[in-house]
């Protein structure tokens, strides 16, 4: 995981989204016009609030890219 989108508040319609980003080994929570605040491991409350994860594989390749290798659909 490289970045978490989560939300505070009681309903998605209302409340506040933020995001996590891990880099250089720690993570950084960003909030609006704010430095972001951060943290050696991701706190359980933001965990607990994840909405989107972004994963990256071992050859730091986005999950879910295509190999240039594969015909186009054309």
Same mark, same amino acid.
Request: proline share 8%; net charge negative; glycine share 6%.
């Given at each position: 995981?490289?970045? =978490?989108?989560?939300? =505070? #508040?009681? /309903?998605? !319609?209302? #409340?506040?989204? /933020? !995001?996590? &980003?891990?880099?250089?080994? /720690?993570?950084?929570?960003?909030?609006? #016009?704010? &430095? $972001?605040?951060?943290? %050696?491991?991701? %706190?359980?409350?933001?965990?607990k609030?994840? *909405?989107?994860?972004?994963?990256? *594989?071992?050859? /730091?390749?986005?999950? #879910?890219? &295509? $190999?240039?290798?594969? $015909?186009?659909?054309?």
């Amino acid at each position: 995981i490289i970045a =978490i989108a989560f939300h =505070i #508040g009681e /309903r998605a !319609t209302s #409340g506040h989204w /933020r !995001t996590a &980003l891990f880099h250089n080994h /720690r993570w950084f929570a960003y909030d609006d #016009g704010m &430095l $972001p605040v951060q943290y %050696p491991e991701l %706190p359980i409350d933001i965990q607990k609030q994840a *909405s989107l994860l972004w994963l990256i *594989s071992a050859d /730091r390749t986005p999950l #879910g890219s &295509l $190999p240039s290798s594969l $015909p186009s659909s054309s």
